[in-house]
């Protein structure tokens, strides 16, 4: 196994319709994500998706980006929205039984790993692992 940089990551919990386990996501490479039954083996599994996220980039001759600098955003920001789209991302947040918070966050990974997802599709085609 070749020494490779570290790339910050999310992990959060699956629910049990979502298989249960845990999800790890590095947002440094895009579509770069793996999961597992314990935290452990989440964090083991993301190495490996790693290794096979680089390979696959260089195969295909695309840049390898730098790990980000997390320390550089604090994670926090506030956002005005239309109280009619705060009324509805409330509505679906308690549907879903998750906090609003969770919500916003989910929907904004998704609609950005969508957008890369997207941009790269062609050059680097499915990378989940």
């Not at 490996?48 to 840049?63: L, N, R, S, Y």
Request: glycine residues 8%; charged residues 30%; contains cysteine.
């Amino acid at each position: 196994m070749m020494k490779m940089p570290e790339y910050p990551f999310t992990i959060r919990e699956l629910n049990q319709d979502d298989g249960g386990g845990y999800l790890i996501e590095f947002p440094d490479l895009p579509g770069c994500m793996s999961d597992g039954e314990t935290i452990e083996e989440t964090i083991a599994n993301g190495y490996d998706a790693i290794e096979c996220w680089v390979a696959a980039a260089k195969e295909k001759g695309m840049d390898i980006p730098k790990p980000g600098d997390v320390e550089a955003s604090s994670g926090k920001w506030v956002q005005r929205v239309p109280r009619s789209l705060h009324a509805r991302l409330t509505r679906r947040a308690k549907s879903e039984h998750v906090s609003l918070n969770t919500l916003v966050v989910s929907l904004l990974s998704e609609s950005l790993g969508l957008k890369t997802e997207s941009r790269n599709h062609d050059k680097l085609g499915p990378l989940v692992k």
